[in-house]
């Protein structure tokens, strides 16, 4: 079975410019969370999305959003995009909201 | 306070060595606790769940103590491939409605021969 899937696997920009992020869900998984790991630290909760619906929102700035679409795949948007914006953004996908989480592998951003 | 602490290490033991990663968290309505395992530039994966009543699996085994707030995984009979970063997870860190993950550091592991 397919896991969950990203792309672009890596991106590079330069700041003030904007960013689309891309994830699928495994198949019959519902429930989308995106995350921020930057060098060092664990990843950081951004969004869920469940049922196309916003379930939960992180500590991040508005430059920051997201949506589901209908087969339950997902984009992370990210505008007017600053040096520290530079980290892995990982999607993970769950059956419902509250379920296990499986991670995709990735987009690793760049911002010069 | 963090949310979710473990020791950051690094843990540099020999194959065959036992070694023991803690963890703790502040949020007494957190509702599950998971050990995710992360590899170089790779993404988490799954390690295992952990329950109150303790669960193994194989050479690792975790443990709860919701009194305590304390997590703990101990891996037995390491192994070379047991080398990785181990993340200690709490999920509904902040007692909400919907599946937020908190993340400790990261507890960096080096098995050598």
């Known amino acids: 079975d397919a896991g969950v899937t990203q792309s672009p696997t890596h991106l590079i920009k330069t700041r003030g410019q904007q960013v689309t992020l891309r994830c699928s869900p495994i198949s019959g998984h519902k429930s989308v969370s995106w995350y921020q790991q930057v060098l060092g630290q664990g990843p950081q909760f951004i969004f869920q999305?469940?049922?196309?619906?916003?379930?939960g929102r992180g500590n991040f700035p508005d430059r920051f959003s997201a949506r589901q679409f209908p087969n339950y795949s997902s984009e992370l948007n990210v505008n007017a995009l600053l040096l520290g914006d530079s980290a892995l953004y990982l999607c993970?996908?769950?059956?419902?909201?509250?379920?296990?989480?499986?991670f995709g592998p990735g987009t690793r951003l760049t911002v010069l | 306070r963090k949310e979710v602490e473990q020791d950051p290490g690094p843990f540099n033991v020999p194959e065959g060595a036992t070694v023991a990663f803690n963890c703790t968290y502040s949020n007494s309505a957190s509702q599950s606790f998971f050990w995710y395992r992360q590899d170089c530039r790779k993404e988490p994966k799954l390690l295992m769940s952990v329950y109150s009543s303790g669960n193994e699996d194989g050479r690792f085994t975790a443990q709860l103590n919701r009194a305590s707030q304390y997590i703990s995984l101990l891996i037995r009979d390491s192994k070379l491939s047991d080398s990785a970063t181990y993340l200690c997870?709490?999920?509904?860190?902040?007692?909400?409605?919907?599946?937020?993950?908190?993340f400790g550091q990261g507890t960096i592991l080096t098995v050598h021969p």
């Open positions: 993970a996908s769950s059956l419902g909201f509250a379920d296990t989480q499986y």
């Open positions: 997870v709490v999920n509904n860190a902040g007692g909400t409605s919907y599946g937020k993950l908190t």
């Open positions: 999305y469940y049922e196309k619906e916003e379930r």
